[in-house]
């Protein structure tokens, strides 16, 4: 595929999640440290890495809308299990999210078997998910981006961001609506991630995949050209 419309969403699509992860490797710096440093870590020591999780909000506040670590299960020694997690509402300081971790109860949330936490657990790489509707956050289509956090080949968990797929087109639109054919940013179930067609909101399936695409490197999602476009928005 050979398009400099193309080749320009591509360009934008890296940039965006180059920052993010870039902001991620702070926190996992962070946390490697942090676990180091401790003689038994304990979820009392993740306090230490709230500053650089708060400074990835405050740094990366028009695109992320909550940021963390999630423990793997045994690592920390009073909690089996934890989510040291934060959400940036607009104008407001952080909020701490609070969710439940009893296996017992019935509104327990084994994040362990989530997308975002098992592949990076089985691959020891970053990682993009969705988009998903996030009933247990915020009740609207979310991009997840994670990266693994390992010591002398322990795994401990992973560093996350969540960016609302809403702004995550939004960021996207000055490059999509350039473009006089549909270009449709897909996830590996070709599921939207975003377009230029009004047609194709976030998380819907495209109807026709067809063969024309861009694979981008490093992450689980396509470009996918279409049809000649009616009109052109402006930029």
Known sequence: MSDR???QVADRVHTIVADVFRSLDHVLASVVACYRASGSFACADLAAVRPEIFD????????VAGAGVIMAPGVLAD???WLEWWQ???EQDPVFLNVDLDPDSLDYYDYTAAEWFAVPERTR???AVGPYVDY???DTY????TVPAEVDGRFLGVVGADVRAARFEALLLGVLAASPTQITLVNGEDRVVATNSPRLPAGSLLPDPGSDRLPLPELPWS????ARRATVLSA
């Open 5 to 7: 419309h193309v080749d």
């Open 56 to 63: 990835c909000l405050s740094r990366t506040h028009e695109v």
């Open 79 to 81: 909690r089996r299990r």
């Open 88 to 90: 940036a509402p607009p």
């Open 125 to 127: 790489r970053r990682h």
């Open 136 to 138: 247990g956050g915020t």
């Open 142 to 145: 979310m991009l997840t981006f």
């Open 223 to 226: 470009i996918v050209t279409g």
